[in-house]
């Protein structure tokens, strides 16, 4: 995995500062999700380690899952508004060292409700894709924001095809806090390499706030009431409302699913070790990573010259199609076959919802526009992650992926076409 090319980047789109701050981000992005992704799999391992009873695993493993972005969707549009104000630079910076601190302590955490209170603290100032978006994009025209956040997302693509395998390999060799430790060092370099290295392209300074007072106790109301004010702007248009909720039900499917993938692996398969488990599901992650690296980017051109809407919706199916033909496994290779399917056609969703965003908005509010979009998704996420794992004690591991895959088909009928296509164009 190489960062994208600096001579054909530059001669493309950008000039030398939005070209080196492209490729920094990217590496960081890869650095990061490359340690993101060598834990998050392993949530059931993990919590088992920890002395968590297996009728209560699904649950545990949904709760911790789906707590970071449950809290980042809570502060994304914030953290997003506080961007366009203060600085995007900053908010990358902010994101990265957040991981640092709250992924770090995991290690020393002792019980699962430890652990869940510590991936709260994550997710609460942590979010590093929205602002590094934010930040890349700031140097090149509206037109190129779809190729340029495929761009970056096949970095968290790339980092999540070696994550899964790096941490099998952890796991095995390893004390199980090594599982923590790692990532928040690779997030620790990841914000040295863009303190030092990414440049923030210079915008019209924001509205001023209003004044109600030197206290830090008005400026805080203050710029929390700018930021009301910018969402509820931002929602007042029908084609960002529109892309935001197809996106909230669409992830809400696939997030119902990801943090059980090691136990039904475990159930297609009851005759498997423990390790032999760990490994296939970590080939499972980084087999819809590869494709996905390649995917991204090209779903973002497509998106830029057809219509980002159009691309949810060819998304929101493919997804739906993997997801139920995994309720239908046997085998391992019916997994695997449902990973392709994903990687290669479902991925398309986030370069899609980010590029929907980047239409509809100025670029000196696109931080707020990217933190929405980033809110919907996390929400989502974490919403499916939780009901995911309490709903398994009445559908079963199958019925999970079944339902999830129904939701997400009935998503995309619903919405329709003609209609995302639209909005396209409104």
């Known amino acids: 995995m190489s960062p994208p090319s600096s001579k054909s980047i530059s001669d493309e789109l950008g000039g030398p500062a939005a070209t080196r701050t492209l490729i920094v ?76 601190v709250f992924v770090g302590l995991m290690a020393f955490a002792r019980t699962p409700l430890q652990i869940l209170i510590l991936r709260l603290g994550q997710g609460v100032f942590s979010g590093f894709l929205p602002p590094s978006i934010t930040l890349v994009t700031m140097g090149y025209p509206t037109g190129q924001t779809g190729r ?17 395998l790096f941490g099998s390999a952890l796991i ?85 699913t990801n943090p059980q993938l090691e136990l039904f692996v475990g159930y297609v398969e009851p005759l498997w070790s423990p390790g032999k488990v760990q490994q296939h ?19 973002g051109r497509y998106g830029d010259r057809n219509g980002h809407g159009k691309v949810l919706v060819i998304a929101a199916v493919s997804a739906g199609v993997g997801l139920c033909v995994s309720g239908f496994a046997w085998a391992f290779w019916v997994l695997l076959v449902s990973r ?28 707020a526009a990217n933190g929405a979009v980033f809110s919907a998704r996390a929400f989502a996420m974490a919403m499916g992650s939780i009901c995911g794992g309490a709903l398994i004690t009445i559908l079963g591991l199958r019925g999970i992926y079944w339902v999830s895959g129904a939701l997400l088909l009935i998503a995309a009928v619903t919405a329709g076409p003609r209609h995302v296509a639209r909005s396209d164009r409104s």
């Not at 599901?281 to 779903?299: K, N």
């Open 340 to 367: 392709v399917i994903l990687g290669a056609l479902g991925t398309g969703m986030g370069p899609a919802a980010f590029g929907l965003a980047a239409g509809v908005t100025e670029r000196e509010e696109r931080g």
């Open 148 to 164: 340029i956040s495929g761009i970056l997302q096949s970095a968290m693509a790339g980092g999540s095809v070696l994550g899964p």
């Open 281 to 299: 599901t970590a080939y499972l992650y980084s087999v819809l990573a590869v494709i996905g690296l390649f995917a991204m980017p090209a779903w």
């Open 172 to 256: 095995l060799a390893f004390p199980s806090h090594f599982m923590f430790a790692t990532p928040a060092l690779l997030a620790g370099m990841a914000a040295i390499l863009v303190g030092v290295f990414a440049s923030e392209a210079s915008l019209p300074p924001a509205a001023p706030l209003a004044k109600v007072g030197r206290s830090l106790t008005g400026m805080v109301v203050s710029v929390l009431g700018d930021i009301w004010t910018r969402l509820l702007e931002l929602m007042s248009r029908p084609r960002m409302r529109l892309g935001l909720a197809f996106l909230f039900v669409a992830q809400f499917g696939i997030g119902a």
């Open 25 to 100: 981000c990217w590496i960081a992005n890869f650095v990061t999700a490359l340690g993101m992704m060598s834990f998050l799999p392993f949530f059931p391992s993990h919590l088992r380690s920890l002395g968590v009873e297996e009728g209560s695993l699904p649950m545990w493993a949904g709760l911790c899952v789906g707590a970071a972005p449950l809290a980042a969707a809570l502060m994304g549009p914030i953290w997003g508004a506080l961007g366009d104000r203060f600085g995007r630079k900053m908010m990358v910076l902010r994101s990265l060292l957040g991981i640092f």
